[in-house]
């Protein structure tokens, strides 16, 4: 099993910047991939970004590429997500995902609260 915390969100103006971190625990020696979703009240969660933890590969959602960058230190077992450019519509809980090798199971995070002010 791998155990996923997820840290940094907070209340930002619309403009600004913010990285959220993803710390990993356990087998993070199988994970084959990290990714962030989102889910903003009332709205279905959706998926944000996606980073391959060997090669580096990285996917994003149209509404977040140009402006988020997801990045790993495996080093740390830690992955991050750079927020730039924020707006309102990126208002969000922010929870990110691990994939192990050889697994159908999606491990999860609990989760953190981005807010962007008008």
């Known amino acids: 099993q791998v155990q996923l915390v997820e840290s940094g969100g907070r209340l930002v103006q619309a403009g600004g910047s913010l990285r959220v971190s993803c710390a990993a625990s356990?087998?993070?020696?199988?994970?084959?991939?990290m990714g962030w979703t989102r889910q903003a009240p009332g709205k279905e969660r959706e998926f944000v970004a996606r980073?391959?933890?060997?090669?580096?590969?990285?996917s994003y959602a149209d509404s977040v590429k140009g402006r988020f960058t997801i990045s790993k230190d495996n080093t740390k077992n830690t992955g991050y997500l750079q927020m730039n450019g924020l707006k309102p519509g990126d208002t969000a809980v922010y929870s990110c995902?691990?994939?192990?090798?050889?697994?159908?199971?999606?491990?999860w995070g609990q989760g953190t609260q981005v807010t962007v002010s008008s």
């Open positions: 995902y691990a994939n192990l090798q050889g697994s159908s199971t999606t491990y």
């Open positions: 356990g087998r993070t020696f199988s994970i084959s991939a």
């Open positions: 980073i391959s933890w060997s090669g580096g590969s990285t």
